[in-house]
């Protein structure tokens, strides 16, 4: 059973950066990929960043230039650092990993951090 935990989400104001972490533990395979979805009040859940296990990135148009993902194997982690966050920001971000093993997609999620941008 994976698990994902959340950690850096807060209140900050516009302009203003947070760095978010997530590490997993207890996976059988190795995450083919890793990232950061967000979900707003009254909207769906939707794609921040992803990176690969070959690193490569991939980013919602909302927040390219401003935030970065990156990704420790070693630790099993995950990082999303965000940049002149706005109140658009605000949102509860979740954790994702996806691995694969013996034909079989696993799909994990984390609790989720709330992330608070005031104007």
């Known amino acids: 059973q994976v698990q994902l935990v959340e950690s850096g989400g807060g209140l900050v104001q516009a302009g203003g950066s947070l760095r978010l972490s997530c590490t997993a533990s207890g996976n059988r395979f190795s995450f083919n990929a890793m990232g950061w979805y967000r979900q707003a009040p009254g909207k769906q859940r939707e794609l921040v960043a992803t990176?690969?296990?070959?690193?490569?990135?991939n980013y919602a148009d909302s927040v390219k230039g401003r935030f970065t993902i990156s990704r420790d194997n070693a630790k099993n982690a995950v990082y999303l650092q965000m940049s002149s966050l706005q109140p658009e920001d605000t949102a509860v971000y979740f954790c994702?990993?996806?691995?694969?093993?013996?034909?079989?997609?696993?799909?994990?999620w984390g609790q989720g951090t709330q992330v608070t941008v005031s104007s």
């Open positions: 990176v690969t296990s070959d690193g490569s990135t």
């Open positions: 994702n990993t996806v691995s694969y093993g013996f034909g079989v997609r696993y799909n994990n």
